[in-house]
Nanobody, 118 residues
Framework: QVQLVESGGGLAQPGGSLRLSCAAS????????MSWARQAPGKGLEWVSG????????YYADSVKGRFTISRDNAKNTLYLQMNSLKPEDTALYYC???????????WGQGTQVTVSS
């Protein structure tokens, strides 16, 4: 069955960095667009970033543009999100999703918590 397992979350200071990973299994990763979304406490789901199956196209929410970088390693079936210049408002539960955009997501990971605080 499809499994998406996120890791790499934790506590970071403002201005710091974290790298999230999502290990995928149970489907052909190299032919699937993938994305990251997040949900902050008391707020709705925000789509953060997405990447085409071959990595040829990406998009970012305005709130993270220039600070976050999405990438993938199709040989390792792994999706990444490099987060730099973290802000307290980046605090959220981050989810890996199978699908490039919100309208074509069909599977979710369990989420990894990111907390940005001094």
């Amino acid at each position: 069955q499809v499994q998406l397992v996120e890791s790499g979350g934790g506590l970071a200071q403002p201005g710091g960095s974290l790298r999230l990973s999502c290990a995928a299994s149970g489907f052909t990763f190299s032919t699937s667009g993938m994305s990251w979304a997040r949900q902050a406490p008391g707020k709705g789901l925000e789509w953060v970033s997405g990447i085409y199956s071959d990595g040829s196209d990406t998009y970012y929410a305005d709130s993270v543009k220039g600070r976050f970088t999405i990438s993938r390693d199709n040989a390792k079936n792994t999706l990444y999100l490099q987060m730099n210049s973290l802000k307290p408002e980046d605090t959220a539960l981050y989810y890996c999703a199978k699908g490039y955009r919100d309208y074509d997501v069909d599977y979710w990971g369990q989420g990894t918590q990111v907390t940005v605080s001094s």
